[in-house]
């Protein structure tokens, strides 16, 4: 087989933050060392499965990886190498400002790390407070010092519409990103999921009830969305005049730096997804691992297969995810791959979009406007076909 992109999922966290989504687990977990030895077996059973294929980009995510000790990196490393051909160009590692020392960064470059990608979320000490975040204001710099004094790319992650952000404590948390000069910047809306999920059974403890209870009350001290919208075009003026190009929705970069990784998601492209609530996209199928923990391991004691995504359809998610990027949806690309009556679909699909200045078609690319990258979802919505939108929405989100 050609070569893929690779997804590790690490779910460990040293506390819980209360608007997270992701698949994740204490640190402290009595399974933790069971989930590495199982993630170790599905490592090598999908390199076996898929002939230990070529690996191009690696994403280590949670989760926190960054917090697995230097003996755990080191085992999960060789994992890797037994599985597969790792050909990096590009290797990701996630991690937390505060759980982020020269041992462990050391261990991850050993396997081949390239970047990290730094969970700042925002450099003022309330808006980490107002986030529920454990970690403070100044770990930020201390991690990117240390992360540049290894040769390692830089990602930052922000949030903003947390409760009680002014449009100037937004811009001063991005003047104060940019300049710890990143490679890389995520800007990321505060969006609270009301519905409980798979990876709160990790959790022992208050449960999915304190948890709804923390984001009911901070949705309600949220901007509205005409506010919202009003942060992100701060975000885009202001990381635009210091050079970093919007290349997706929610990515800046500075050129030659976009995340290659990511970016075959948004392509579309073929990437297995090993661990905990991973997903995967290999020969045209979604597929997904569950989030709770000791169902995954069930699953893996078991041999189980992933599990089908019976939502997924191709010719439209490639459609939605390519608008994410500003390269935009090229038509005649997109007939080569799912011939010419899908091109008439979208095309079709699109020109309402086209007609409320969301899209723009320019020759047979198709491109969000700027209102339409405030409003992409009014997008996808008329690209999907009539399965459950909101479901499906929420898989690609995921990816
Ligand atoms: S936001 Fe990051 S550190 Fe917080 S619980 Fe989620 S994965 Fe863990």
Redesign the pocket.
């Known amino acids: 087989m050609s070569a893929i992109s690779l997804y590790v999922h690490v ?1 460990f ?5 209360p ?4 698949a ?1 687990a204490p640190a402290t977990s009595r399974l933790r060392s069971r989930y590495l030895d199982a993630l170790a077996t599905e490592i090598g059973r999908e390199g076996a499965a898929l002939d230990r294929p070529s690996v191009r980009t690696l994403y280590v995510g ?3 990886p960054s917090l697995i000790e230097p003996d755990e990196i080191a085992s999960l490393a060789g994992a890797l190498r037994d599985a597969f051909d790792l050909a990096l160009e590009e290797a990701t590692v ?1 991690a ?1 400002p505060a759980t982020l020392d020269r041992a462990r960064l050391l261990a991850w470059r050993a396997l081949g790390i390239t970047r990290v990608s730094l ?1 700042a ?1 925002s450099l003022n000490t309330a808006g980490l407070r107002a986030l529920g ?1 454990t970690h403070q204001a100044e770990d930020t710099a201390a991690a990117v010092d240390a992360i540049r004094s290894l040769g390692l790319a830089v990602s930052l992650d922000l949030i903003f519409g947390w409760p009680g952000q002014t449009a100037e404590a937004w811009r001063a948390d991005l003047g104060g990103a940019i300049a710890l000069q990143p490679d890389h910047l995520s800007c990321y809306p505060l969006e609270l999921n009301l519905e409980p999920e798979e990876a709160v059974a990790n959790w022992p403890g208050a449960g999915w009830e304190s948890v709804r209870r923390w984001r009911a009350d901070a949705g309600a001290a949220q901007v509205d969305d005409e506010g919202m919208a009003r942060l992100y075009r701060i975000a885009e003026r202001t990381l635009q005049a210091a050079g970093y190009r919007h290349y997706e929705i929610a990515n800046w970069a500075r050129r030659g730096s976009e995340c290659r990784h990511n970016l075959v998601y948004w392509r579309n492209g073929e990437w297995l997804g090993v661990g905990a609530g991973a997903h995967s996209h290999l020969a045209g199928a979604r597929s997904r691992r569950p989030g709770a923990l000791t169902a995954y391991l069930e699953m893996i004691d078991a041999d189980a297969p992933r599990i089908a995504d019976p939502l997924a359809d191709d010719e439209a998610d490639t459609a939605m995810l390519a608008l994410r990027l500003d390269e935009g949806l090229d038509l005649v690309e997109y007939a080569g791959r799912f011939g010419d009556p899908a091109v008439a679909r979208r095309r079709a699909a699109l020109a309402e979009s086209v007609a409320l200045g969301l899209v723009r078609l320019d020759h047979d690319v198709a491109r969000l406007t700027p209102r339409g990258r405030l409003l992409a979802s009014e997008v996808f919505v008329r690209l999907l076909p009539d399965d459950d939108v909101a479901t499906r929405s929420s898989v690609l989100a995921a990816t």
């Open positions: 779910p966290c040293a506390a819980r933050c608007y997270c989504d992701f994740t949670g989760g926190t996630e937390n969970g979320q975040r």
